[in-house]
């Protein structure tokens, strides 16, 4: 059975503080490893998909990373509006997605 | 592009009746529709999966006949909660794959359900 786990559960940061957020996996066959943001009340919002291990990604203050084993979402320099839910999903060969627990950022200004 | 929309957006209804939630790719013809539930402060966990004019493929512990699934078109899904108690009540989202190499999903805004 796939397994994803998020960590932390939430994180306080203070404007500017970078940091980094971890999504570990087990999947059979990973095809692909999702990142979203949530708002409350709202759906997911994709971020980025990576494929393999060592690729990367950016876009703006956000930057993923992929292992063979976990993924990383870098914050760097976050401010308020980056607060919301982050999720990881990977999907396997059956065509699943399998959602962590989500990480809930909080940016003080 | 790749924009799925739900209707309704919340909706509040009395123990023991029926509720329709749509689910529509606006801009693309969606191969597979998936439905979720997310629980407060929870992650979004996979009730069903359906492909058009197929019988939707419920994951366990989630009731057929509780939750009934009809994916007519290439552009849309409906999710129907029978009878519905208070324990149903949550988000429900909905997502749409484009049905390529990578199988992304886009997600619906969500549907929020309460039931008194």
């Known amino acids: 059975e796939d397994q994803v786990t998020q960590s932390p559960e939430a994180l306080r940061l203070q404007e500017g503080e970078s940091s980094s957020l971890n999504c570990s996996y087990t999947v059979s066959g990973l095809r692909g490893l999702f990142w979203y943001r949530q708002d409350p009340g709202k759906g997911p919002e994709f971020l980025f998909t990576l494929y393999s291990a060592g690729e990367e990604k950016e876009k703006e203050r956000l930057k993923a990373t992929l292992t063979k084993k976990e993924s990383f979402l870098h914050i760097t320099a976050p401010k308020p509006e980056d607060s919301a839910t982050y999720l990881c999903?990977?999907?396997?060969?059956?065509?699943?997605?399998?959602f962590g627990g989500g990480t809930r950022l909080m940016v003080k200004p | 592009g790749a924009v799925v929309s739900q209707h309704p957006s919340w909706v509040i209804c009395k123990s023991g009746t029926s509720v329709k939630i749509e689910c529509r790719s606006l801009?693309?013809?969606?191969?597979?529709m998936f439905w979720y539930r997310q629980f407060p402060k929870q992650s979004l966990m996979l009730m069903a999966t359906?492909?058009?004019?197929?019988?939707?493929?419920?994951e366990q512990g989630v009731e057929k006949d509780k939750f009934l699934i009809n994916h007519a078109s290439l552009t849309l899904s409906t999710l129907t909660v029978t009878s519905a108690h208070p324990e149903d009540s949550s988000f429900y989202i909905c997502s749409a794959s484009l049905g390529t190499s990578n199988n992304e999903q886009f997600f619906g805004p969500g549907t929020r359900l309460t039931v008194l």
């Open positions: 999903a990977t999907h396997n060969a059956g065509n699943m997605l399998t």
């Open positions: 359906s492909n058009e004019g197929s019988k939707a493929t419920y």
């Open positions: 801009d693309f013809q969606a191969t597979t």
